[in-house]
């Protein structure tokens, strides 16, 4: 069994935290952000100066699955004492245990997909791909396949959502990597397929930056107890 799942589970961990949901992610070749987990706000001075201002902070736990919510979440920290600032404020709303605090590269995009995950008791795992952002739950336009699918299955994917124009060259930027995108979803159905104790995945969002280029900036593997070893 995957590592990273493995130990999970002996932990009793519900989920992977965005850390290693990401780290699952790169094994599959899906593109992520840059990032460093630490441990103190030092380190988190060393990380940011290291990446490169803006950051992103994050707290992040296996146990933290909606990070917004619990004020766990500062975007767009300019320099260093905006991001002590920042360490203190998400160390003090979050008041428990954490696996560290996330440092990571600040993504600009005005596109955001969704990307998800869900085990179907009929067909199985199920891929979704649609619109992210705040216009995700009104426009309701998504796409799904039933895994092993092909990247030409996940073309047409692409082709169904309503909104497909936003992969195309939109308003100055570039068109999306197509063939990246169609890649990861053909992997994240394959990751559901290889490790049984995936219940879920989401990744949400998954920005299209101006050159066109896609970056998972959030993930979250959610974990269901398995029998195999
Ligand atoms: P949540 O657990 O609440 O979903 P996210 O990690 O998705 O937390 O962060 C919330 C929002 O902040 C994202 O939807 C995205 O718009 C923005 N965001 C998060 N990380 C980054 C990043 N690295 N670069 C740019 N924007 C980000
Ligand atoms: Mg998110």
Known sequence: MNQLIQSALQKGDPALSEYKSKQ????????????????????AAAAAGALGYPVV????????????????????????????????????????????????EMVRGARELVVGLTRDAQFGPCVMLGLGGVLTEVLNDTAFRVAPFDADEALDM??????????????????????????ALVAVGRMALENEAIAEIDINPLIIDPQGRLMAVDALIVLQPTDRK
């Open 24 to 43: 699952m992610l790169k094994a599959y070749g899906i593109p992520v952000t840059r990032e460093t987990l630490v441990q103190s706000p030092g380190e």
């Open 57 to 104: 902070v994050k707290a992040c736990s296996p146990r933290l699955m909606h990070k917004s919510e619990a004020g766990a979440v500062a975007v767009g920290i300019q320099d260093e004492a905006a991001l002590l600032q920042a360490y203190d404020r998400i160390t003090a709303a979050v008041a428990q245990p954490l696996e560290g605090m996330l440092i990571q």
């Open 158 to 183: 692409m082709a169904e959502l309503r909104s497909k124009k936003m992969l195309d060259q939109f308003r100055g930027q570039a068109p999306a990597d197509r063939q990246t995108l169609a890649q």
